[in-house]
């Protein structure tokens, strides 16, 4: 038996236990504009930790790293409002981060906002007119709910793309952590964030930060010719779970696909993850998510949780590295542990603001 036959029958047995899809949301019109002040003052956002009775308390995983107090994350204060110029109206502020993920300098990775938001998320309409004036692959919402959490202070946790709202997101979650640290000044090197997805651990380690996702175990369906017309070239096998991952046999033709987005829009998945042998990394990847308003995701955690478990059965060990090429580009450390996969990478402030919606 070959090793990609070996890999369809191994990943075949672990199908029952697959994540179900992301639901969708209909985006709004944007906003106005953020105000952004560029890193070098580096001022340190207020965000209250008072316990907040709306957020999740569901049972969840694991670490068991030592912690402040959630107290200390944060001080409390009240939102402020501000007019908008020319206008009555009010606005609240809220302060906000920009965050180059799977990055180790500014202008690589995939760049998401955080929104730090007080007291409850505000109503869904306009956390997506937030997202549409970002207009990055997602911002991330980050709700501090002065709980623990096994020890670790636990922070409710949002992903919009520009778009609709989506169930799992690495590089914005990755972003949300370091956000915390590096632009409020939290002293913990481990949180829990509560998502749609569950209760997800993210710890820190020097400057590398690692993600605890769930593993995502695709269905193997039949090949079409309409794959490969969207992507330009051969596909050897297709898996579906929340995305379509097609496997290709030459990482060249990852770096030269020519993308057919309107083809795209009629395959199967939310998005579209293309992956093939590397050299230099265990295997390379391009993720394309024309459904959701971003045509190609720069780097794309959460694609990484459905090809880890496939490559790792493939090269039979558990330890990767990746490397996504677009054209800024990015690297994920990953280990396979049963059903999760642990993502690792590097993080980079670029900007902190105030947002005036």
Known sequence: MSKRAAARASLSNR?????????KRAAKPPAKAA????????????????????????????PALKSEPAS?????????????????????????????????????????????VEGGYPEDEQLQQIAAEFNLSETAFVLA???????????????F?????IDLCGHATMA???????????????????TRSGKLPVTRQGQLITLDFPAIIGNQIKVTSAM???????????YLARDLMLVVDNRRYVYEIKPDFAAMMTLPGMGVAVTAPGSGHDF?????????????????????????????????????????????????????????VLLSGHAVLVAVGTLMM
Do not use: Y
């Open 15 to 23: 199908n029952e236990n697959a994540p179900s899809s992301t639901s």
């Open 35 to 62: 105000k952004v002040t560029r890193i070098a003052a580096k001022p340190k956002a207020k965000l209250n930790t008072k316990p907040n009775a709306k957020a999740s308390t569901r049972p969840a995983a694991k």
């Open 72 to 116: 200390k994350v944060a001080k409390k204060s009240k939102p402020k409002t501000a007019k908008s110029l020319g206008s009555t109206s009010q606005a609240v502020s809220r302060p906000f981060c920009i965050v180059d993920a799977f990055a180790s300098r500014p202008g690589t990775g995939n760049p998401a906002a955080v929104v730090l």
């Open 145 to 159: 709910t002065g709980q623990k959490h096994k020890g670790l202070p636990l922070m409710g946790l949002r992903w």
């Open 161 to 165: 793309t520009p778009t609709m709202e």
């Open 176 to 194: 949300a952590m370091h956000a915390l640290q590096a632009g409020v000044g939290m002293k913990n090197d481990a949180v829990i964030f509560d």
């Open 228 to 238: 490969s017309a969207a992507i330009g070239c051969p596909v050897e096998e297709a």
């Open 284 to 340: 390379v990847s391009r993720c394309f998510f024309p459904k959701s308003g971003v045509n190609e995701d720069p780097v794309t955690g959460s694609a990484h949780c459905m090809m880890a478990p496939f490559w790792s059965v493939l090269l039979r060990r558990k330890n990767l590295s990746a490397h996504q090429v677009s054209k800024r580009g990015g690297e994920i450390l990953l280990e396979v542990r049963d059903d999760r």
